[in-house]
């Protein structure tokens, strides 16, 4: 185990990166260490930790904003903005069931590494929604980007730059995010026995009608099989989701299920659409063996179900496609084959990957997301070394010898 | 007047040798060096700022754009992007010694792929005209800037673009995929592609809104959304700004979000109602437009919701629309707000701040008050839900002291905003106009930050380096 900091305020965090910059001491930057798993690990040390920075800040409910020190566990924002019926956008997924229980994820944990969850394909991502950004950037120096109203374009973004940079541009210490008011109700459309292309092809076409579509997956049987409201179908399932007030929902499902003119379609109500969301954001579908290595894939929706069957035949993935198809959640074995296998796939089909987990000796060895072209790569370098001089912010978690 | 950098001599010297060198890279009709040629080009939406560029090149093809980039980097030659020219800032305006690259020639529509909702486009699509190509399907572009006819996918990817509707469809940034662009030294990368949320640092989230800093931008990827079975708006008139606001509030915090909800002061309703003969209540202080989308029977639903709530703020009227044609009608008073602010005066300025939408009051009354103090009439446009707030400042452009007075009285406005916690611009971008404004809202680390990434792309400062970034010893290089 590393040294963990854990600094109280911002000015300590600051201290801390302006001592280890003047050392040219790399850290380990973290909340509270939930996904640690992803990414190639960190040679660090000393930890440097948020999550002693708690605290919703601002909640301005009328004005959709809310602001909130990055150490604060997402769970506590959420139910802040539950007593007044209101959610993150982009719904953020919880992956204990990858990374295995522990300490809760923290709010600037998610925004680090920019998670989204089903309702990206039609809301935005998490990014999307960060209005309000302030961090310490490698110079050891605590800076600030947008604010807290909705609409702002002084300047570069930095909230956009700094999320998903995954702690190694700056120590995220305190977001502002856009959030909006949760719907009513929530139903879903289930059509169940599709195989992929045709389930995509049903998704589409639920995500190109006038119905507001949040969120459209696609499991195969043993997928479904792992949510307990599927697994009575005992096959695939194409899932549609309609969020709104309940007039709009029954309207909008019953029209979207006479446009798909299915043979067998399935409302799910309110309470199952909820718990069957929350599971297929949280990759309870992908449930793994403990030592299997699993990709994040995002491709143009429709060529998901190509990039599952290539890797279901070439190394025995499974896995299934949220975001109309384009996101493929992979689960193989955690060998350097298996992941070459994901490249050609990805490459091919002209995506991008994240390796979310797998053995540290893989994670070292392998590229964790795609390389970037030579004159980006320099850019990227550069990007870096404006940020963070004295590459001491995660060294090396999103490439080898960065 | 905001001041300009001076023009590098040794540059203007060289002006024939680097006309000739951009003549042998294109096609002979690709680049206008004739003086009087260069008329249309010396300034863009903020038409008191002019400047003749060295030359203006309009190339067809990216690869045309590269090569015309790396001639300006081994020659030392600051490069203006531009699109439209319709920026309210001065995004386009040029500089004596640098190029103008026009991309309007980059006109193609690339590639529209319904299944996976996107369209590929060059940089110098309008605006409008990406929706053209796919409401046959019912498809839509949704971000939509009042500029929206003239106005380039390019710019709007450079500026971040807002417009009424971002409230609920958001702005350029969340709507695009990817990108192609040409960095400063004339490398052609491609950001992105059809795919969401490429690994890696957010270049994409980067690059948006940069206002032609980073790189030149020549083709977009773009989301392409369903058009909404139907939408309809209602009018609603109050007595006060305060009461309107309140308004405001009750209808965000019952959980509808309309697809757009605009605000108008009294000025503003008297200038377009002379204007456009919308049936704007003249005894009103305050109106609210609010749009509403969806099926006939959600849409009754909605309004009634709205309705409701509105009723209980004391309003002089409400109209609910019954129809697609009395929503037009609606809408046309809005949408006609700044011919309108130009009959009553033919200069104005728009300003584009933020603020969070319970300070509007407040602000309103001190913008009342700066309006008195300087002696200049004042419309105020407002995006109500997002807080994005358009003050037209009316002046005399043949006086320059009212010019004069009209840019301070902008100033002051905009530094109100800041301080009611809010932001320089929503949707119009810094440029020019706001440049020197920057350290009302970021101190000294916090733009050095920000110098620093632009220096990560253009070492040299030869991208658009008149804008952005107060004009400091690097920016003057």
Known sequence: ???????????????????????????????????????????????????????????????????ARAGTPLADVEAVLAERGQHIIAEPPDLSTIYGPGMQQTLGGVIATNLSGPRRIAWGATRDHVLGIRAVTGHGEAIHSGGRVLKNVTGLDLCKLLSGSHGTLGVITEVTLKVLPAPETVGTLALPGLDAPAGVAALSAALGSPYSVSAAAWLPAEAA?????????????????????????????????????????????????????????NLVPLVAEPAAAIWRISVRPSVGPVVLRTLSAAVGAQGYLDWGGGLVWIAAPATAAAHAAVVAAVTAAGGTWLLMRASESLRTAVDVIPPEPAPLARITRRVKAALDPHGILNPGRLYGGM | ??????????????????????????????????????????????????????????????????????????????????GAGT???????????????????????????????????????????????????????????????????????????????????????????????????????SIGGRHLDAAGYDWLGLLTGSEGQLAVVTEVTVRILRSPEGARAMLAAFRSNEIAGTCVDAIISSGIIPVALEFMDRPAIH??????????????????????????????????????????????????????????????????AFGAIGRISPDYLCMDGVIPTSRLPEVLRRIGEMSDAYGLKVANIFHAGDGNLHPLIMFDANDPASFHKAEQFGA?????????????????????????????????????????????FDPGWLLNANKVFPLSEAAMR
């Open chain 1, 1 to 67: 185990m590393t040294d963990l900091l854990a600094p109280a305020d911002e000015a300590a965090i600051a201290a801390v990166v302006a001592q280890a910059a003047g050392e040219a001491e790399p850290l380990l930057i973290l909340g509270n260490g939930t996904k640690a798993g992803m990414l190639r690990p960190v040679q660090a040390a000393r930890s440097l930790s948020t999550r002693n920075l708690t605290g919703i800040t601002l909640y301005s409910p009328n004005e959709l904003v809310i602001s």
């Open chain 1, 225 to 281: 099989a792992r949510i307990p409201v599927l697994a009575g179908f005992g096959q695939s399932v194409a899932l549609a989701r309609i969020e709104d007030f309940a007039p709009s929902v029954a309207y909008r499902t019953a029209r979207l299920r006479g446009d798909l003119e299915h043979m067998r379609c399935e409302v799910l109500d309110d309470a199952a659409s909820r718990s069957v969301w929350r599971a297929i954001g």
């Open chain 2, 1 to 82: 007047m905001i001041r300009q950098p001076e023009p590098k001599q040794e540059v203007l010297a060289r002006r024939d040798a680097i006309v000739a060198g951009l003549r042998a890279l294109l096609p002979a009709e690709a680049v206008i060096a004739e003086p009087l040629r260069l008329k249309p080009y010396e300034t863009d939406g903020l038409s008191a700022y002019r400047q003749p560029p060295l030359v203006v090149v309009l190339p067809e093809t990216t690869e045309q754009v590269a090569g015309v980039m790396r001639f300006c980097h081994a020659e030392g030659v600051r490069v203006v992007p531009r």
């Open chain 2, 87 to 189: 920026s309210l800032s001065g995004g386009a305006l040029p500089m004596a010694d640098a190029v103008v690259m026009g991309l309007m020639r980059m006109n193609r529509i690339l590639d529209i792929d319904y299944a996976d909702r996107c369209a590929t486009v060059e940089a110098g699509v309008t605006n409008i005209g990406i929706t053209d190509a796919v409401q046959g399907r019912g498809f839509f572009y949704a971000p939509d800037p009042s500029s929206q006819l003239a106005c380039m996918i390019g710019g709007n990817v450079n500026m971040n673009s807002g417009g009424a509707h971002c409230l609920k469809y958001g702005v350029t940034a969340n709507n695009l995929l990817g990108l192609k662009i040409v960095t400063v030294d004339g490398e052609i990368l």
């Open chain 2, 271 to 336: 200038a377009c109602e002379e204007f456009a003969h919308a049936g704007y209540p003249l005894d009103a202080e305050a109106l609210l437009i609010i749009e509403v989308e969806g099926s006939a029977a959600e849409q009754d639903d909605l309004l009634a919701r709205l309705r409701a709530i509105c009723e209980r703020h004391d309003p002089i009227s409400l109209r609910v629309s019954q129809s697609a044609e009395e929503s037009l009608a609606i809408w046309k008073g809005r949408k006609g």
């Open chain 2, 412 to 456: 002051d406005i905009l530094t109100l905003c800041v301080e009611m916690d809010g932001c320089l611009t929503g949707e119009h971008g810094v440029g020019v106009e706001k440049r020197d404004l920057m350290p009302v809202q970021f101190n000294a680390r916090e733009l050095d930050q920000q110098r620093r990434i632009k220096e990560a």
